[in-house]
């Protein structure tokens, strides 16, 4: 075993793990003089003031799994005594600024174009030179700035930001090349010094339309392209498509028994939510603002008339285009609950209106159908419950006698910790569970 060390490794610091996530999970333990994360490696490097206080911290979560975001971490000595002063602005990958940039797009749901990463990126300096490509990481870009010092500034305020609202991580990293390459100026690469480089495909134009303002601003609407992807060529009957309005007021509600979080867990069964106001003067009634218009439309097609906590939800389009900022609202833009971040088109295709029966994932490997049946047991009468295994992963179906337990099981439970892992809840639109076998 390592020697203790006022050091403390952390491995499994996934993209969506800020240094924040990471303070709030040490600091209980005494004061934090230094931390640099390893994005390169998923890991980080956290020192303590003092070795006590790590082994404080390694003894608790040596018996206790700690888990950030959903993701579970791990922690140990490090090798290390006490971290040197290496530029925290590398995030610890010890290599030296540079002004060509490596930029990784996590939750891709909208299409990345050279034009965009320029609107991003160019304000924190000239960019001379992009070039995109995929990767077995996912889509990435070679950016290169006119010096050093614009790319470390570009890195430094972006690093970790969504490029739209809830999706398109940047996750930046210096690259160690010295100078880009670009031979063609079109969607994938462009050299802005040298307007006058052909197109890689005559007749195609090099031009294609950014989304508006970027980074904080989602487009309205997703593109046609996509949203017939994800139904398989054709939208759901009722489903326009066309609607661009992305708050929605859900009215009627238990005002006793609902709250935002519980409203957050329905309503981002059909989209990203960006935030949510419940209305103090009118305590049955809440905005939800959704991250884009076609989810709105979703959830109000599938949630309108809906039964929860003995109340008949009423959905319906707002007259406030998004819900502002305030003591009285809740923010979810970032939060790694989010269903749509990731598998944008396979979640699509699984909306539905509120079913009988509910779908548990991301369930403890030694979960039991008992703790399955005791998690929910409480919303309403339980008929079958299925425990199976999926590619290695446990998941279960649990039918319950209406629609309304079933509800009232998925906004109560999901996202809640169970042995460590944080289950995540949706409906079935399965009629029966043996249909599943």
């Not at 925290?88 to 930029?103: A, F, H, K, S």
């Not at 462009?190 to 195609?204: A, H, V, Y």
């Amino acid at each position: 075993m390592t020697e203790p060390s006022k050091v403390i490794h952390v491995r499994n610091v996934g993209h969506e793990i800020s240094e924040n996530d990471l303070l709030q999970l040490f600091q209980p333990f005494g004061v934090i003089t230094k931390l640099v994360m390893l994005r390169a490696k998923n890991q980080a490097l956290l020192q303590m003031q003092d070795v006590p206080s790590a082994i404080n911290a390694l003894q608790l979560y040596t018996n206790i799994q700690p888990t950030i975001r959903g993701r579970n971490v791990y922690v140990q000595f490090s090798s290390h005594q006490e971290l040197t002063t290496m530029d925290q602005n590398t995030q610890g990958r010890g290599d030296e600024p540079n002004r060509i940039l490596l930029v990784t797009i996590h939750h891709m749901l909208y299409p990345i174009t050279v034009e965009v990463l320029h609107q991003v990126f160019s304000p924190h300096g000239f960019v001379e030179k992009i070039v995109t490509f995929q990767k077995s990481a996912g889509f990435q870009a070679l950016i290169q700035h006119q010096s050093r010092q614009c790319a470390v500034q570009a890195r430094t305020s972006l690093q970790g930001r969504n490029i739209y609202d809830g999706c398109c991580q940047l996750d930046i990293q210096f690259s160690n090349l010295d100078e880009l390459q670009v031979n063609y100026n079109n969607d994938r690469s462009r050299d802005f010094t040298n307007p006058n480089l052909p197109s890689e495909q005559k007749g195609r134009s090099s031009q294609q339309p950014a989304y508006g303002d970027v980074v904080g601003y989602p487009p309205q609407m997703p593109n046609a392209a996509a949203i017939a992807a994800a139904f398989g060529g054709g939208l759901p009957p009722g489903i326009s498509g066309t609607n661009d309005r992305c708050t929605v007021l859900a009215s009627n509600l238990n005002p006793d028994r609902i709250d935002e979080d519980k409203l957050f867990n329905l309503f981002s069964l059909y989209g990203n939510i960006v935030r949510i106001k419940l209305l103090r003067n009118k305590p049955d009634h809440a905005l939800v603002q959704m991250g884009d218009g076609f989810q709105a439309e979703l959830a109000v097609h599938f949630l309108k008339g809906a039964m929860l906590f003995g109340k008949r939800l009423e959905v319906n389009f707002s007259k406030h285009p998004n819900i502002t900022q305030g003591a009285d609202t809740h923010e979810y833009m970032n939060s790694n609950l989010n269903r749509f971040n990731r598998n944008a088109a396979k979640n699509y295709r699984y909306c539905c209106s509120p079913t009988k029966m509910i779908h548990l994932s991301t369930l403890p490997q030694d979960i039991t159908e008992e703790e399955i049946g005791n998690l929910v047991e409480e919303h309403g009468t339980i008929v079958n419950t299925k425990l199976f295994e999926m590619n290695g992963k446990k998941q279960a179906l649990v039918l319950f006698e209406t629609e309304e337990e079933a509800t009232a099981a998925l906004v109560c439970k999901h996202a809640t910790s169970l042995a460590g892992s944080i289950v995540r809840i949706s409906f079935s639109q399965l009629q029966s569970i043996r249909e599943n076998q």
